[in-house]
């Protein structure tokens, strides 16, 4: 299972997950908030949108009855 933690962060503070990656929030108008996302090369960081794109565009496999 998965475990939620809800934090919030002032301009400029930032978020570590695990050792490796940071998120720092950058700006703040209105709804819209920027952040920066400091993590290896090896992760992978898409927003969702991306995501959902690349899940949507993926051959699905053939179904067999």
Do not use: F, W, Y
Request: aromatic share 0%; net charge positive.
């Amino acid at each position: 299972g998965h475990s939620m933690l809800i934090l919030n962060r002032k301009l400029g503070e930032s978020i570590m997950l695990g050792e490796a990656i940071v998120v720092t929030i950058l700006s703040v108008r209105g709804n819209h908030i920027t952040v920066s996302i400091d993590a290896p090369k090896e992760v992978a960081v898409h927003g969702n949108e991306i995501r959902e794109c690349t899940q949507r565009d993926k051959p699905q496999p053939e179904r067999t009855r």
